[in-house]
Nanobody, 122 residues
């Protein structure tokens, strides 16, 4: 049974920082990618950042230079460091895992999802 559990969300002022973590269990990191998506009320779920099994990273244009995705394979954890947060970053953030390779920001690629963690910038 695969389970993804996010943590680290909260309320922060504009310009502040948060670090999200995603702990994976019952899942191996070989030949796959992990990603963070977000969904604001009334909007589509969008890809924020992704990291491949080889360590390649990809980012939505709106977060480049502010967010950093990283993974610790030994701990089965993926993190998203978010700096210089803006009110428009407010959303529910979801961790996702894919068994296949594909276009990272297409949510249908992902097989497993966490329950989400709320990030509010205000």
């Amino acid at each position: 049974h695969v389970q993804l559990v996010e943590s680290g969300g909260g309320l922060v002022q504009p310009g502040g920082s948060l670090r999200l973590s995603c702990a994976a269990s019952g899942y191996t990191y070989s030949s796959n990618c992990m990603a963070w998506f977000r969904q604001a009320p009334g909007k589509e779920r969008e890809g924020v950042a992704s990291i491949s099994s080889g360590g390649s990273t990809y980012y939505h244009d709106s977060v480049k230079g502010r967010f950093t995705i990283s993974q610790d394979n030994a701990k089965n954890t993926v993190c998203l460091q978010m700096n210089s947060l803006k009110p428009e970053d407010t959303a529910m953030y979801y961790c996702a895992a894919a068994r296949r390779r594909g276009t990272w920001f297409i949510k249908e690629l992902y097989d497993y999802w966490g329950q989400g963690t709320q990030v509010t910038v205000s």
